[in-house]
């Protein structure tokens, strides 16, 4: 778990500098190897590496529009969803999906930048593992500020009333771009949210990843049985802009110094500290993820751009005959 | 009143004061949309209101399209005039209902006794790697739906003129403006969208077209950003052809006549669309063109988006998105015919 933190948080870190070179001085998004928005997780690890801790590859997730740490510990190929980020032809999506948008059939990952709308999928994998009589289950991962949408408010209901092994994962980070929680609901348990539908509401404060273990455990162990779904909200917080390049004159300074001081991963150090851990084996840990994701990057870099022409590919799975001129707009 | 009157503004700007002049006009108009209030609006377009409105008329709202776009519909219906913005036109979906059933067909529906005085404003274009889920211009969705009038700047000038318009205007009006035309830091516009600007209000009324630039040999017709794509090739090819470029600014209604004029006098034909190739704008200024004036074409080709999804990585992006140079090609291959 404190692997995939690590990991997670590194590689937040490394993208960061990646994404602001050629953005300097002024910035301009389309500028530099990283063009496009970029949103990163950094703080939010507890809840990607707590909850798919229990997870299997044939286990769903859909990922949440600032992805990383739950596809890192989800086990998403960390090389190719760089190469993605970088545009890069051998990327999961061959540089279409871009960062926001990664997919990894292998581990059955997706994600989407349209909040909520990764819910009915789920939702959806879900459904088919009941149909198969499967034990596999499914993870939507949203923020708090998408649990006032309708694609998350009627996924529970669905999920509800046909007990469909899923698994709802809120991160409450405070904030929605620059609209703070108290602004946007009544209520501060976003957990509540599943009181109206009849399934176990859980709510996890303080960034706490063993907490936020223990209670996906009992969740995922719920769904598995087929005993239906649980929605579950895991306090986290936002240590930078709502995406690169956000300059956050919205938010306090007091509250952006609280994310930064409340952090997940010297919690969790220093509980695995006080069970007994040595200072040793959390390096080995730290420089083992590192490296990792030097590589990641090192390979991303190398590897070359896609072929314009290749645009034109992937419309569809089973294109009828002569469609690719007709979509280049020839004959 | 004349474009070149008045100091430059950039087009958000230009937008935000004719909001601003209308909120102070009459109480009932009011602005709704995500991040609208402290932000100003991801793209500036309410940038500064809530130093002078309160929050409850610069009212930042839940992420639940579907309940606040379809508020909007309510108290327009109840008489008020709302602006609701949603930041990208790619998020229309979750909330289409409200849009295509509700805001645009009660007019409608209940025989004309209701109206629907809103303004739905979005933000729409790529340019700038943010892939098939931010990057849509979908002009066409909005114009084939009947029962909302669809504007499109391209310039502060208009910008500004169309918003007055769309505020006083009975009935619901999208306004759709693009990202890389609003003069935001961190997304450089081309030479062209910043003009001067009255102070004093006045309105673009729709359906009249603009020619942003005469000429004799070859008519573009196009709306937006590629407004600024399309004077760029004409002037690169100003040695050699001698092109019209007309600005839609809105497409419902849509201004047939100066289109009809432009083709009879040219004979020739290029329309530019970033949005999507079939079943979109392109062929409806074709269809009108050939429809009211087919003896006066000898060439025509349009210059838009494939119908692909719209890919992230640079090279690809590049490909499909229609650049100065794909306008410059077309213009070539129908003055040569
Ligand atoms: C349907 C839809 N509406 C609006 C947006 C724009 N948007 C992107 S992220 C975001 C805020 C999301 O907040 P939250 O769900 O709390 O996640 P966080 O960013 O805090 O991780 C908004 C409004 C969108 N992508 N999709």
Not at chain 1, 159 to 165: G, I, T
Not at chain 2, 228 to 239: F, P, Q, V, Y
Not at chain 2, 305 to 319: F, G, H, V
Request: aromatic share 6%; net charge negative; with cysteine.
């Amino acid at each position: 778990m404190l692997e995939n933190m690590v990991t997670a948080r590194h590689y937040e870190e490394r993208l960061q500098e990646e994404y602001l070179e050629g953005k300097q001085p002024a910035f301009d998004i389309s500028a530099g190897p990283i063009p496009g928005e970029l949103h990163l997780a950094a703080g939010h690890e507890a809840s990607g590496a707590g909850v798919c801790q229990h997870l299997r590859d044939d286990d769903t997730v859909t990922g949440p529009h600032r992805p990383h740490h739950v596809a890192i510990a989800k086990g998403v190929d960390l090389k190719r969803m760089t190469a993605e980020i970088f545009g890069r032809e051998t990327g999961l999506c061959k540089g279409k999906g871009g960062h926001m948008h990664l997919f990894d059939p292998d581990v059955n990952f997706s994600a989407s930048g349209i909040i909520a709308e990764g819910c009915p999928p789920a939702v959806g994998a879900a459904l088919a593992s009941k149909k198969r009589n499967e034990d596999s289950v499914a993870v939507a991962f949203l923020g708090e500020g998408a649990i006032d949408q309708g694609g998350f408010l009627e996924s529970l209901n669905l999920a509800s009333v046909h007990d469909l092994p899923v698994i709802f994962v809120v991160e409450d980070n405070d904030w929605a771009i620059s609209m703070p929680k108290g602004r946007v609901t009544d209520v501060e348990n976003g957990a509540q949210r599943a009181d109206g539908f009849d399934m176990p509401g859980h709510r996890v404060d303080h960034d706490d990843a063993t907490a936020v273990y223990e209670a996906a455990g009992e969740a995922v162990g719920r769904a598995r049985d087929g005993n239906g779904p649980t929605l579950l909200e895991v306090q986290v917080h936002r240590r930078m802009g709502h995406f690169m390049g956000d300059a956050e004159a919205y938010r306090p300074d007091t509250d952006t110094e609280r994310a930064q001081h409340l952090d997940s991963i010297d919690r969790l150090e220093a509980d695995l500290r006080a069970t007994g851990a040595d200072e040793g084996t959390i390096e080995e840990i730290r420089s083992r993820a590192k490296e990792r994701v030097e590589d990641a990057i090192e390979w991303a870099k190398e590897q070359p751009e896609p072929d314009p022409e290749e645009a034109y590919e992937d419309v569809f799975t089973n294109p009828p005959d002569g469609y690719a001129e007709t979509l280049r707009g020839g004959e | 009143m004349a474009a070149s009157d008045g100091k430059e503004l950039t087009m958000s700007r230009a937008m935000v004061d004719a909001i601003a002049h209308e909120m102070r006009e009459s109480d009932d108009v009011f602005v709704m949309g995500e991040d609208i209030a402290d932000y100003g609006g991801i793209f500036d377009s309410t940038q500064g209101l809530l130093d002078e409105f309160d929050r409850d008329r610069i009212m930042d709202v839940p992420i639940s399209e579907t309940a606040f776009l379809g508020a909007a519909v309510g108290a327009a219906q109840s008489g008020m005039r709302p602006i609701a913005e949603l930041m990208f036109v790619d998020f229309f979906g979750v909330a289409m209902d409200q849009i295509y059933n509700q805001m645009a067909k009660n007019t409608y529906m209940s025989g004309g006794s209701v109206s629907v005085p809103m303004v739905l404003m979005t933000a729409v274009g790529g340019t700038y790697n943010d892939a098939a889920q931010h990057s849509q211009t979908l002009y066409g969705t909005f114009a084939h739906l009947p029962g909302m009038k669809v504007v499109v700047p391209s310039t502060a000038y208009d910008a500004k003129g169309l918003m007055h318009a769309a505020i006083r205007d009975d009935d619901p009006v999208v306004f759709m403006f693009h990202k890389r035309l609003m003069g935001i830091g961190w997304m450089p516009a081309p030479e062209g969208p910043k003009t001067a600007v009255p102070d004093e209000d006045y309105t673009v009324e729709f359906g009249e077209a603009d020619v942003k630039r005469e000429g004799d040999d070859v008519t573009v017709v196009t709306l937006g950003l590629h407004v600024h794509r399309a004077i760029e090739a004409a002037e690169d090819l100003a040695d050699e052809v001698d092109v019209e470029v007309v600005d839609l600014r809105s497409l419902v209604p849509l201004d047939t006549e100066t289109i009809v004029e432009s083709v009879s006098k040219t004979g020739r034909l290029v329309v530019v669309d970033e949005d999507y190739r079939s079943f979109g704008v392109s062929g409806e200024i074709i269809a009108r063109a050939a429809e009211n004036g087919l003896s006066d074409l000898t060439a025509v080709e349009r210059v838009t988006m494939p119908d692909t999804p719209i890919p992230y990585a640079r090279p690809l992006e590049q490909e499909v998105n229609p650049g100065t140079d794909d306008i410059i090609e077309a213009v070539r291959s129908v003055n040569d015919e």
